[in-house]
């Protein structure tokens, strides 16, 4: 081996060896980048790297094959790394598309051309091995006269290299026009500015060395050979992936710190969480929240006491709590009012008001509740009721009244009777304890639901059970309400409260029924709870003083006297 050479041919075979590591470093952050980010941007930058890689390792071995005289290997080599460059008409190509950063028509027009570069690669190396001498000939040395020996092991290029180069040169034109309108789309910051510059450089370099194999001439230091190409397609490298690395730790950082932001926003909220269950677990009233279908999500130690839940949870929904409360009929109708009360809510997602009643766990005794309901619906079209519950409380202004008389004409509405009896007993708390004036709520609730069921709209004991046991009792109250024969009837009560009584006249429209008759069937039945007819005739006998219904039976007055 003869080294006696200038240093212009030692920096020829250094120059391709620092571009084959420099390179290689690049395909190996490219691999880490996609097995940790899974980015096509990650995954097709591997295979451009790769393939620069190996075109720059073949392009080194050609030099050093050349500098030992091995020139039957350097030809193989040549062959091999041109062989390589041909698959940049599909890997540099489907990179620059992925560098947009966004699906847009000018990428998917360049990743067609990059799939029709493969299969022009892929032709070009079958033909290629079957006829070698029409790409680069593996016997005869090439014939461009290069002037270190680093380039007397190329071996003679064919018209398929030809062919390939002006296709690549059509790729190159397409990467300029990509660098450009990636320039324009993302408003030329730093990162389009790296990578576009690593284009030009590649672009630059390959038009360089088209220039001498096909002309014998350089643009620039035409006496210093050496793979321009290489050069071009590690600086691209090394430059996009400073650009890549660039945005990725600054990617990094705006992570960093959005999470300690997160981080901060979940401490307070973990801490408002804790005031707020602190502040919860002590209020005075039930405090909770109910799902979609008005099952327990969460709730306070009020609310386990209320409605005998436990700590563990329960599977019971509000409706069904609350509906247990009165007889078997009676808790069917409560149940149904209930539920329309929150189908309401969730039609109008308003709040709701209503009153109803439990049994106290302690004396097992009826206790009013008054709710109070709001609708409320999540980000993520979650909806919630976040509701309140507490004890009726009495109105400083009933202390006051003395006597007091209303006439009342009440439409065929079931759902509205709770208001109407609310306002009718609130003043009997101060002439008995609250536990007998929720009674006499409860029996002049009965009242009125005969008066509308049984009398206005005519409905019979049969009619009324089937639709409870079907859940469609409200339902099959509004049809009887739009019946001609019946929406125009009303339920009149006239109402006198004195310091020694107070008394009830409820009056319908319907045809009436034989009070005498019902009385004697129920006082003849040994369980009166269990029968299907009279219950609230019942239930009123016992709760009031007097009980007197007219002749027709459609009209009743209920007197309590007050104990003195």
Request: with cysteine; proline share 1%.
């Amino acid at each position: 081996m003869n080294w006696d050479y200038s240093l212009f041919d030692a920096v020829q075979l250094m120059i391709p060896i620092f571009c084959f590591f420099l390179t290689f470093a690049v395909v190996i952050i490219y691999l880490f980048l996609y097995g940790n980010f899974q980015k096509r941007i990650y995954s097709t930058g591997f295979l451009f790297s790769l393939t620069a890689m190996f075109f720059v390792l073949f392009e080194s071995l050609v030099i050093i094959c050349g500098w030992l005289g091995l020139y039957e290997s350097g030809r193989i080599f040549h062959f091999v790394g041109q062989m390589t460059a041909s698959y940049f008409m599909y890997t540099i190509l489907l990179f620059s598309s992925a560098l947009m950063d966004r699906d847009n028509l000018f990428s998917r027009i360049v990743q067609k051309i990059a799939y029709i570069g493969l299969g022009v690669a892929v032709v070009l190396t079958i033909v290629s091995l079957i006829k070698p001498a029409l790409f680069i000939s593996l016997t005869q040395a090439g014939e461009y006269g290069y002037l270190t020996p680093g380039n007397f092991a190329r071996g003679k290029e064919g018209i398929l290299l030809s062919l390939r180069d002006l296709f690549m040169g059509f790729c190159i034109l397409v990467l300029i026009f990509m660098s450009i309108i990636s320039l324009v789309i993302n408003r030329v910051d730093v990162k389009t500015i790296l990578i576009a510059s690593g284009n030009f450089f590649a672009t630059f370099s390959a038009i360089d060395d088209l220039v001498f194999f096909h002309f014998g001439r350089n643009f620039y230091l035409n006496n210093f050979r050496y793979s321009r190409l290489s050069v071009g397609l590690s600086l691209m490298s090394f430059v996009i992936m400073i650009a890549i690395l660039t945005d990725y730790i600054m990617t990094q950082n705006q992570l960093v710190l959005t999470h300690d932001v997160l981080q901060s926003t979940h401490n307070r909220l973990k801490l408002s969480e804790q005031k707020y269950r602190r502040l919860a677990e002590g209020a005075d009233q039930a405090v909770f929240s109910l799902s979609s279908d008005y099952r327990f999500i969460s709730y306070n130690k009020k609310a386990r006491f209320y409605f005998h839940l436990s700590k563990d949870g329960v599977n019971a929904s509000l409706p069904d709590i609350l509906g247990n409360a009165g007889g078997r009929e009676t808790k069917g109708v409560s149940r149904q009012i209930i539920l329309e009360q929150l189908r309401n809510l969730s039609r109008d997602m308003k709040s709701v008001r209503f009153h109803s009643i439990m049994n106290d766990l302690r004396t097992g005794e009826p206790e009013e509740l008054e709710f109070h309901i709001d609708y409320f619906e999540t980000d993520d079209g979650e909806v919630e009721y976040i509701c309140r519950a507490e004890r009726m409380k009495a109105n400083r202004l009933i202390r006051c009244i003395e006597q007091e008389k209303l006439q009342l004409s009440l439409e065929n509405y079931i759902i509205a009777i709770d208001d109407v009896t609310t306002r009718l007993t609130s003043a009997l708390n101060k002439y008995m304890d609250s536990g007998s004036a929720l009674m006499i709520k409860m029996g002049l609730q009965e009242i009125i639901i005969n008066a509308i069921e049984h009398g206005n709209l005519n409905i019979t004991f049969e009619e009324k059970s089937r639709a409870l046991n079907e859940n469609r009792y409200l339902d099959f109250i509004r049809e009887r309400q739009m019946d001609s024969r019946y929406k125009d009837r009303m339920v009149r009560i006239n109402y006198v409260l004195n310091k020694d009584a107070v008394q009830y006249m409820v009056t319908d429209e319907g045809r009436g029924f034989d009070f005498n008759a019902t009385m004697r069937m129920v006082d003849s039945s040994v369980e009166q709870d269990f029968l299907p007819h009279g219950r609230g005739i019942n239930m009123s006998r016992v709760l009031f003083d007097k009980v007197k219904y007219n002749s027709k039976g459609n009209q009743v007055l209920l007197v309590k006297k007050f104990e003195k």
